[in-house]
């Protein structure tokens, strides 16, 4: 105890009731390196040490003091606001929302490939003497563009250089629309297997069998060759006069001599493939004609 004494000698007296704890704890600690009968015989070296130790022992209760009193102080509860209804609900309409989105983001291909497109289908009539034509089609529902303005009917004024004219006067060379059907268009058994750089001279060929003349025939490349040339091979088939009119049967008043309805499906390749070679038959013009071109692609 007399090494304890000499200890607090050095401390205040208004401090060692608070700090006798920590000289007993460390002395304890002592204790179970020496025994008693051992201390007595220390140098005052080791006495020395024991009472950096201590001094040491209290800045480590001060240290823990005030670092427990900022805990507490930071602990301190701080009223939270509640979550607004409106902020919940604002964020499960962008949940929905990130949903739909994402469904039609995964669903855009089967979506994409089961519509069927229409493209540029374009109608030339050329009487054999000025004429009033209407001409309705089957399934007006399934238009999507129209020039001149489709509405139940185009009624024009035909004359025999293939000029049309409508009630307001104004001049067309053809008649326009566009249309989308809910099908789906697989590769048949036949076609043809085409490298796009050979497109232009394909077209020529296959057109003046289908019968169009060098006009059409040229309107019909210079629309479809950069598309069929970006591609290394093209499938390419052209409909029969019956599945064109299951996909839009034309209704033309007076009923004209020849009509011919030209209607290509192609797709891209980047390989070959093995089909079946087209048959074609050749069509001959005569009399009051009405021709029509147009396309689409396949989806796949």
Known sequence: MEEKEEILEEVSTEEKSEKIEIVEHIESKFDDLKPRTEM????????????????????????????????????TAVPIEPVKKKSKAGIIVLIIIGIIIGFFWLSWPMIKDSIQVQW??????YPTEDIDVTI??????????????????????????????DS????????YWESEKNKKNPIKEDGFV?????????????????????????????YW?????????????????DEINNNMELD????????????MEYTGLDNKIKVKE??????????????EWGGTEISR
């Open 136 to 165: 309705k089609v089957s399934n007006p529902g399934d238009l999507t563009t129209t020039y001149p303005k489709y509405n139940k009917e185009w009624k024009v004024k035909a004359h025999t250089d293939g000029t049309l004219i």
């Open 168 to 175: 307001n006067n104004k001049k067309y060379y053809a008649l």
């Open 252 to 263: 033309i008043n007076p009923e004209p001599d020849t009509l011919i309805r030209v209607r």
């Open 278 to 291: 087209q048959s074609l038959t050749k069509v001959e013009r005569f009399g009051y004609t009405v021709v």
């Open 194 to 222: 085409v490298k796009g750089k050979d497109s232009a001279s394909f077209l020529e060929e296959k057109l003046e069998i289908l019968g169009l003349n060098y006009k059409e025939a040229n309107e019909f490349i210079m």
């Open 40 to 75: 007595a015989e220390m140098s005052k070296e080791e006495k020395e040490e024991i009472k950096e130790k201590v001094i040491e022992g209290f800045e480590r209760k001060e240290k823990k003091e005030v670092t427990e009193e900022n805990t507490e102080h930071n602990n």
């Open 225 to 241: 060759l950069p598309k069929l040339e970006s591609n290394k091979y093209n499938y390419i088939r052209f409909q029969t006069m």
């Open 120 to 125: 540029k289908p374009v109608i030339y009539v």
